[in-house]
């Protein structure tokens, strides 16, 4: 599942130092034609003149000299001006190349709303003003404490692609897929407070761009996935997912969710049908992996195996359980043999039960509730000898889930097998144990006391 409470996309430092490369170079051309893009407009005497002595603070990467020149360039700039655009546009990439994202911010936006208003600046240069301040905004938005500037922030990185879609004639899939994270990201911030309608925004932002691409980029995908799993919506989740393991079959992550959608949709179902028929899409999902080298951990085994339980499998399940543990395809713990012993009891192969119990004892030597589960099938079986051996090899290992129970049992079984001395030793051993506290315990003892007297009574009988 995706992780709602991290962010889609941030402008990570490897894309603002493209971005910082970008305006760099955009710098550079400024600096040796500030007049290169623009038609009518020209720059003021004093400031082409103080334009020349900015070259030696780059050529030196001195950036706070060069800040300094332009901040002063800027006192004497008349409003509106053209000086005012090219200064302050200058200005925006400076703060960049020193890694001071929020300080560009201004200078960036006042030039590109001078070169709006004035037409100061070529189209494509102002679109790539737009995508930067998108980009930004939401940078800083991602990381100021201030609810009230973060939403402002998330608002004007919005308002800016938004424009920017609205304005480039072909649109970049770079540039929609930053649009929907932005969105996606907006609507979940709260996790408490899901905003649908954003959310419902980002659906269709992705549609619209899955429409216009011919080889549309993963991440649209993954947008959308990641949408349907806050919204809960299972089955288009899952129909996401089979669309990307059929594009990307490499990708494990998406059989392991895919997996785990079919599972939830079973278990959230009401209708046995559905269930039956999400649980078997859950094996053919893991089935189709494991054909592709894909989960083929212990827990994707087991994992498996619990699936065909869950669907009344028992005879398939106990197979893969019972290889799996043999060859370590499925982790070995004690519970998971007692499950393929009570496996083999569902299809009433007792005899199969006890010889798996008995393996996993060469495992787990010192588990005595081993033992008592083949003392208790010997003793289903009418194996009365075979129970009594088990049970006190159970006893004498320990590791006993109900001790008190498994003392009351010999108890109960010595009391058959005619021991009594042995049977009352027990059920008051039994009597030590809560588990073991019930209305029978004290008449299995009382029967057992009066059997004793009752064979006492018999030997004087004899004597005399």
Known sequence: MVNRSSN??????TSCKRLVFLVMLSLGMALSSPAQERNRAQPSERAAEDLGKLQPFIDAKNWDGAITLLNSMLRYAAPNSYDQAFINDIL?????????????????????QLGETFGYFEPKSQLERLYYLAQLFYQEATTT???SVQKDYFTRATNFIELWLKKNPAPTQDGRM????????????????????LLKKTQEQVYEALSAELYPKEGFYVI??????????????????????????????????????YSNLAVETKNPEAALEYNLRAIVTIERAQSLGFMNTPKDNYNLVGIY????????????????????????????W??????????????????????????????GQLDNQIAQIYYSLNQTNEAYKYLNQALAKGGLEKPGGVYYFKAYLCYELLKFEEALVAVDKAAEYE?????????????????IKERENGQKAKAA
């Open 178 to 197: 930053f649009y929907v994270s932005l969105l996606y990201n907006r609507a979940i911030i709260d996790a408490n407070n899901i905003d649908k309608a």
């Open 338 to 367: 007692e499950l393929l012993a009570y496996s083999y009891l569902q299809i009433n192969n007792e005899f199969k039960a006890i010889e798996v119990l008995k393996e996993a004892t060469k495992t787990f030597p010192k588990a």
């Open 309 to 336: 339980f869950n669907i009344g499998q028992f005879g398939k399940a106990t197979e893969l359980l019972y290889s799996g543990l043999r060859s370590g395809a499925i982790e070995q713990d004690i519970k998971k």
């Open 145 to 147: 404490k201030i609810p």
């Open 8 to 13: 889609m996309f941030s402008l990570s430092p």
């Open 224 to 261: 959308l996935l990641a949408t349907l799993q806050t919204e809960g919506d299972l089955k288009k989740t899952a129909d996401i997912l089979e669309l990307l393991v059929k594009q990307y079959p490499s990708k494990n992550s998406y059989w392991q969710q895919l997996m785990g959608t």
């Open 435 to 451: 588990d073991a506290q019930d209305s029978q315990l004290p008449r299995l003892k009382q029967a057992i006391e009066d059997a």
């Open 92 to 112: 925006s990439k400076l703060y960049l190349q020193k890694g001071d994202y929020g300080l560009s911010l201004v200078p960036m936006e006042r030039a590109y």
